[in-house]
């Protein structure tokens, strides 16, 4: 996968679909529900200057994730899972667009062992989970630029008869 950050883990066999944006994201342990959990990593000499300009220490231990954009497959599959539960779409949209945590390709199952999406999205914690979420919302909206010009240029209303 061309252009990944160096710090991402990719499992083999990872195929996005071809044309697609695809995001890594990895969120240091400490900010989990279990920050003795991750994949450790380092970090660039920006990065570590960065983490020391904010008075914080730096992370050596991360959770990680990749994700792209839903289908309409996607989409079906969530809801399904939400089982017409409208508190759970938003949550079910999202974890369907993650394809690997943490260097493994997510299994989908609901069986505890490696891979696992739902235990990794428990683990991550809600902190971590609402970044993920409100990623999910940006990558499937139009930015406000892109709103604004649809409503100014590519709709019309009239009154009819």
Same mark, same amino acid.
């Given at each position: 996968m061309g252009g990944a950050p160096p710090w991402a883990l990719i499992p083999p066999g990872l195929r996005a679909p071809r044309?697609?944006?695809?995001?890594f994201a +990895? #969120?240091?342990?400490?900010w989990t529900d279990t920050p003795r959990e991750g994949?450790?990593?380092e970090l660039s000499p920006e990065e570590a200057a960065a983490w020391q300009a904010a008075g914080m220490p730096a992370p050596t231990l991360f959770r990680q994730c990749v994700f792209w954009p839903l289908s309409l497959g996607d989409q079906a599959l969530a809801l399904g899972r939400a089982?017409?539960?409208?508190? +759970? #779409?938003?949550?079910?949209?999202?974890?369907q667009m993650i394809r690997a945590v943490d260097g493994v390709m997510v299994d989908r199952t609901g069986e505890v062992g490696e891979g696992s999406?739902?235990?990794w999205w428990t683990?991550?914690?809600e902190r971590c989970r609402s970044e993920l979420t409100r990623m999910c919302t940006r990558i499937h909206s139009l930015t406000t630029q892109e709103r604004s010009l649809? #409503?100014?240029?590519?709709?019309?209303a009239r009154t009819a008869g």
């Open positions: 044309g697609r944006a695809v995001y +990895r #969120f240091p342990s400490a994949v450790p990593g089982n017409g539960d409208p508190n +759970r #779409f938003n949550a079910e949209l999202c974890k999406l739902d235990l683990r991550v914690g649809f #409503f100014a240029h590519c709709v019309a």
